[in-house]
């Protein structure tokens, strides 16, 4: 009985190790979440 509460015990162990080790999305590798990409937006030189 002991054999498999230790299997799922270690299962889970090295499930959450994964999980909070696995690199985030973003671009520099930091975690945390992607920041917005600012694009530009033409803007007209006169009015008229």
Do not use: H
């Not at 190790?17 to 990409?37: F, K, Q, T």
């Amino acid at each position: 009985m002991v054999e498999p509460v230790v299997l799922i015990a270690l299962f889970l162990t090295a499930s959450l190790l994964i999980w909070l080790l696995a690199d985030s999305d973003d671009d520099n590798g930091g975690g945390g979440l992607r920041e917005p990409v600012l694009i530009p937006i033409p803007v007209r030189e006169n009015r008229r």
